[in-house]
């Protein structure tokens, strides 16, 4: 790949039990241009059980080391991650498609996970309870779970394999990641940073290839304790029942259909700029994306208006390229399910304010795209759209947008802008979703707990409760203490 400054990272080896292993044989494309950018193995169960069982024999050592010891391992990753931020981002980009700034911007997302939870591996604490015996006390450890499957997407290449790996790592357990196939470049150079700053062979692998028969050995295999996945309600669902044989915790961020709600009191500029963000950042391609713009009536033909002229200042093209800021979707598939979701808009009444259809760059380039005149009975409504398409809808009363937003299957993001303080609690409160943006359009952060309620799944990423899904909880009765 042009433009590497260690070209050395452009791996076309799966990372099995601390081998640098398998034959580059599935092509990895850039969406952009169609251009190979790299070939990785294709692996499957006989790879999968192998890196499973090494990570089984890495897991004693690992969680017998000082807390300090692993801190200081994953804060070298950290430092290594950040000193690579350029590399790291190209390969996205060429992988994946996102503007180079933005991939810049997750590669220094993907580090704070690893910055963090080097941190928290130090404060990893039980607890001592008040005893109901004279002669004996209560205590409470937290212990590492064991072996840890993460099943990541292509959407955020590094974060969300660092989001999963830096906790789990510092809690004392070992990781096997199966990365997306459109984008295992990225996952491929971090775990040679991981190796690089001394994570010991077989404690993290990363395995490329064949989803099915990997998702199964995940699953199944009686050493793997946990299965933290991101990705489709779909298979979440289907790894959530492959993973009840043997009673795994099962940690999912799945798909939403974040509201995002403008009320007649916001600062229309500023809920514009949180639109724009969290609608059309990444194309559009988060599970976080605003998927349902709701309008009070009072407000609705001026914010319609901002966002169109905000929408045209979007410049659509290669992510290499200075100052664009939307690259290809991921796959024409990805396409495809756009244009459907526009076809049945614009078939039950809804207007296209600007953009409405494939870029004339061709591929994969799609047209940023406002929708007017949206309605609840319309698929748009209730599918997560997955693509840079904003559809506006028209209401009247807090009340009803509260059952609007609350009329779907997820529970993953929500968004509103308002300014009067009473409105702020109660809307706040009576949205059904794990994470709500008050005047803001961007939630994400190391800091705070990221995850959903209802089908977008559960468990939390992120933060102190980042460590939860990879701790078990132990109580130990000491007694016999009576003089
Ligand atoms: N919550 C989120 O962030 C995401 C949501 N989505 C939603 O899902 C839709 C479809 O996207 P898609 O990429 O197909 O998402 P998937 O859920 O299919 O893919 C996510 C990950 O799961 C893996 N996977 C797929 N099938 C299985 C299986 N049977 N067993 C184990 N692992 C499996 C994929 O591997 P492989 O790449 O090898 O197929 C990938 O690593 C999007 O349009 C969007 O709505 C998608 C991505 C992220
Ligand atoms: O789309 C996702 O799967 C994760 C959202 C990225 C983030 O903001 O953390």
Redesign the pocket.
């Known amino acids: 790949m042009d433009g590497l400054s260690d070209p050395t990272l452009l791996i076309e080896r799966a990372y099995v039990g601390g081998a640098w292993t398998g034959e580059p044989e599935v092509e990895v494309t850039d969406p952009a241009t169609g251009e190979v950018v790299g070939r990785v193995p294709n692996l499957g169960a006989e790879a999968a059980t192998a890196a499973v069982e090494a990570a089984s024999r890495a897991f004693k050592p690992w969680a017998a080391k000082l807390a300090k010891e692993r801190s200081a391992i994953l804060r070298r990753w950290y430092e290594l991650i950040v000193a690579n931020r350029d590399d790291l981002a190209l390969i996205m980009t060429r992988e994946q498609g996102k503007p180079l700034a933005e991939a810049k911007g997750e590669i220094d997302y993907a580090a704070s996970f690893v910055e963090f939870f080097a941190e928290e591996a130090k404060r990893i604490n039980g607890d001592t309870l008040p005893s109901h015996r004279a002669d004996a006390r209560i205590l409470v450890l937290r212990q590492p779970a064991g072996v840890v499957a993460a099943?990541?997407?292509?959407?955020?290449p590094a974060a969300?394999i660092t989001r999963k790996c830096a906790p789990a790592l510092a809690a004392g357990c070992t990781v096997v990641v199966?990365?997306?196939?459109?984008t295992p470049l990225t996952a491929l150079a971090l775990a040679k940073l991981a190796e690089q700053a001394g994570i010991p062979a077989g404690a993290l692998s990363v395995v490329t290839?064949?989803?099915?028969p990997?998702?199964?050995v995940?699953?199944s295999h009686p050493a793997v304790r946990v299965v933290s996945?991101?990705?489709?309600?779909?298979?979440?669902k289907?790894?959530m029942r492959?993973s009840a044989s043997t009673v795994k915790r099962v940690a999912l961020?799945?798909?939403?259909n974040a509201p995002f709600i403008v009320f007649d009191d916001a600062d229309l500029d500023a809920a514009v700029e949180g639109a724009m963000v969290s609608k059309y950042r990444n194309m559009g391609?988060?599970?976080v994306c605003a998927n349902r713009i709701y309008v009070q009536a009072g407000v609705y033909d001026a914010f319609a208006e901002k966002l169109v002229a905000a929408v045209a200042k979007l410049k659509v093209g290669r992510g290499v390229e200075d100052g664009v800021t939307q690259g290809p979707l991921?796959t024409p598939?990805?396409v495809d399910?756009v244009e459907r979701l526009l076809a049945d808009a614009t078939a039950k009444g809804a207007k296209v304010l600007t953009g409405g259809g494939r870029h004339a760059l061709g591929g994969t380039f799609f047209e940023p795209t406002v929708l007017g005149g949206v309605r609840q009975d319309m698929a748009i409504a209730r599918e997560?759209a997955?693509g840079p398409v904003a559809p506006l809808f028209r209401f009247e009363t807090e009340a009803e947008v509260i059952d609007y937003a609350n009329a779907t299957e997820y529970g993953?993001a929500a968004y509103f802008y308002a300014r009067d303080v009473g409105r702020i609690f109660r809307v706040g409160e009576a949205l059904e979703y794990g994470m709500v943006g008050i005047n803001s359009g961007l939630i994400s952060t190391e800091l705070a707990p990221f995850g959903g309620v209802k089908e977008s799944?559960q468990g939390r990423e992120g933060s102190q409760r980042g460590v939860d899904e990879f701790v078990d909880i132990k109580y130990l009765l000491v007694a016999g203490l009576a003089g």
């Open positions: 099943i990541t997407p292509w959407n955020f969300m199966k990365p997306a196939m459109e290839g064949d989803a099915k990997i998702g199964e995940f699953t996945f991101t990705g489709s309600t779909e298979v979440g289907l790894l492959q961020e799945l798909g939403g391609q988060t599970c991921i598939k990805a399910k997560e997955f993953l799944g």
